[in-house]
């Protein structure tokens, strides 16, 4: 007569202690030490992001002058508000920020994604001129602007004499809208195209060659593979560039103050034909000693940009829909 096996299963031994506190501090640490790994953004964040927006917040409901002997202020609710809705100043530099932003940005992401299309061909010494174009993104924003200053000065500007050889009167660059915010469109575009180029490049690395192969066999050309391939697969980076230069171009500061050679740079022009948001931002917090109604300002400047980066993506979005319609 067969033997029954005894079906019951077999008590598993105790783990050693010391096994035992290695395996605790094990799951102790798969469970702490991803946070501690993502710790140091956010606490470098909270001190040096979340903070001063809260605090400017604060500072934006009280009246706050540097003229009351280092008190805060009273608090006055929403005043500065309706305040700023009220105030042509801040509509005027509203609308010299949208102005440069768009004349900046437009043609800035264009001629990046032009150049870099050129830098993904083959070229001989192509890792020098992918290291030069950015070269300008570099540079201090200080030279750059002070040096075009010189470029777009009235009576001895190296453009106006160019425009004077073909003809054309002498442009006092500062004094008018357009003028002033085509200068300034250019010390932007000259400084962020070749890093927006570089960013596009590297995108375009990552695109299979074997679409290109296969768009070549059916007798597309190079215009016609940039418009079908290498665009359609930018798409995720150019909406990344787009709401980067938008906010960037919303945040507009060095340029425009550098661009007047005044006494009074802040004021952006002798009608503050290019005062920007920034710089009237700049002008009232620390140029009149108005911290509360210049905390209003900047936090109604955020709120700008939120809207519209919100706008963009919105946008971005609804035409995907209708692309996969």
Same mark, same amino acid.
């Given at each position: 007569m067969a033997v029954l096996a005894d079906a019951r299963p077999a008590q598993r031994q105790p783990a050693p202690p010391g096994r035992a506190r290695v395996s605790r501090w094990h799951r102790l640490d798969l469970t702490v030490s991803p946070y501690l790994y993502v710790a140091p953004f956010f606490v470098i964040f909270g001190v040096f992001g979340l903070f001063p927006l809260l605090y400017t917040g604060y500072l934006s409901l009280s009246g706050w002058r540097e003229d009351q002997d280092g008190s805060r202020g009273? @608090? $006055?609710?929403?005043?500065?508000?309706?305040?700023?809705?009220? %105030?042509? @100043? @801040?509509?005027? #530099?509203?609308?010299?920020?949208? /102005?440069?932003g768009i004349i900046s940005t437009v043609p800035q992401l264009m001629l990046a994604l032009g150049l870099a299309h050129l830098l993904n061909y083959r070229l001989r010494g192509r890792t020098f001129f992918r290291m030069?174009?950015? $070269?300008? !993104? *570099?540079?201090?924003?200080?030279?750059?602007t002070i040096i075009f200053v010189q470029l777009f000065g009235r009576d001895y500007g190296l453009i106006n004499y *160019?425009?004077?050889? @073909?003809? *054309?009167?002498?442009? %006092?660059?500062? #004094?008018?809208?357009?003028?002033?915010?085509?200068?300034?469109?250019?010390? =932007?575009?000259?400084?962020?195209? /070749?890093? !927006?180029?570089?960013?596009?490049? #590297?995108?375009?690395q990552a695109v299979p060659f074997e679409l290109y192969e296969s768009a070549a066999l059916d007798g597309a050309g190079r215009w016609r593979q940039f418009r079908s391939i290498t665009i359609p697969m930018l798409r995720p980076t150019i909406l990344f560039t787009v709401i980067v230069s938008t906010? /960037?171009?919303?945040?507009l500061f060095g340029e425009p103050l550098l661009f007047n050679v005044s006494q009074t740079p802040a004021a952006g022009g002798s009608q503050h034909q290019f005062q920007v948001m920034a710089v009237y931002t700049y002008q009232t917090f620390l140029g009149n000693g108005k911290y509360g109604y210049g905390s209003a300002i900047s936090w109604a400047m955020f709120l700008v940009i939120? *809207?519209? =980066?919100g706008i963009n993506l919105t946008l971005v979005r609804r035409l995907r829909g209708v692309e996969g319609a």
């Amino acid at each position: 007569m067969a033997v029954l096996a005894d079906a019951r299963p077999a008590q598993r031994q105790p783990a050693p202690p010391g096994r035992a506190r290695v395996s605790r501090w094990h799951r102790l640490d798969l469970t702490v030490s991803p946070y501690l790994y993502v710790a140091p953004f956010f606490v470098i964040f909270g001190v040096f992001g979340l903070f001063p927006l809260l605090y400017t917040g604060y500072l934006s409901l009280s009246g706050w002058r540097e003229d009351q002997d280092g008190s805060r202020g009273t @608090f $006055v609710g929403l005043a500065n508000y309706t305040r700023l809705l009220h %105030d042509q @100043f @801040f509509w005027n #530099a509203l609308k010299n920020t949208i /102005g440069i932003g768009i004349i900046s940005t437009v043609p800035q992401l264009m001629l990046a994604l032009g150049l870099a299309h050129l830098l993904n061909y083959r070229l001989r010494g192509r890792t020098f001129f992918r290291m030069s174009v950015l $070269v300008p !993104n *570099v540079t201090s924003v200080a030279a750059v602007t002070i040096i075009f200053v010189q470029l777009f000065g009235r009576d001895y500007g190296l453009i106006n004499y *160019v425009l004077h050889l @073909f003809g *054309v009167s002498r442009i %006092d660059w500062q #004094a008018g809208t357009w003028s002033s915010w085509l200068a300034i469109s250019l010390i =932007v575009t000259w400084r962020w195209t /070749g890093y !927006n180029a570089l960013i596009y490049l #590297a995108s375009m690395q990552a695109v299979p060659f074997e679409l290109y192969e296969s768009a070549a066999l059916d007798g597309a050309g190079r215009w016609r593979q940039f418009r079908s391939i290498t665009i359609p697969m930018l798409r995720p980076t150019i909406l990344f560039t787009v709401i980067v230069s938008t906010i /960037g171009a919303l945040q507009l500061f060095g340029e425009p103050l550098l661009f007047n050679v005044s006494q009074t740079p802040a004021a952006g022009g002798s009608q503050h034909q290019f005062q920007v948001m920034a710089v009237y931002t700049y002008q009232t917090f620390l140029g009149n000693g108005k911290y509360g109604y210049g905390s209003a300002i900047s936090w109604a400047m955020f709120l700008v940009i939120v *809207v519209i =980066v919100g706008i963009n993506l919105t946008l971005v979005r609804r035409l995907r829909g209708v692309e996969g319609a």
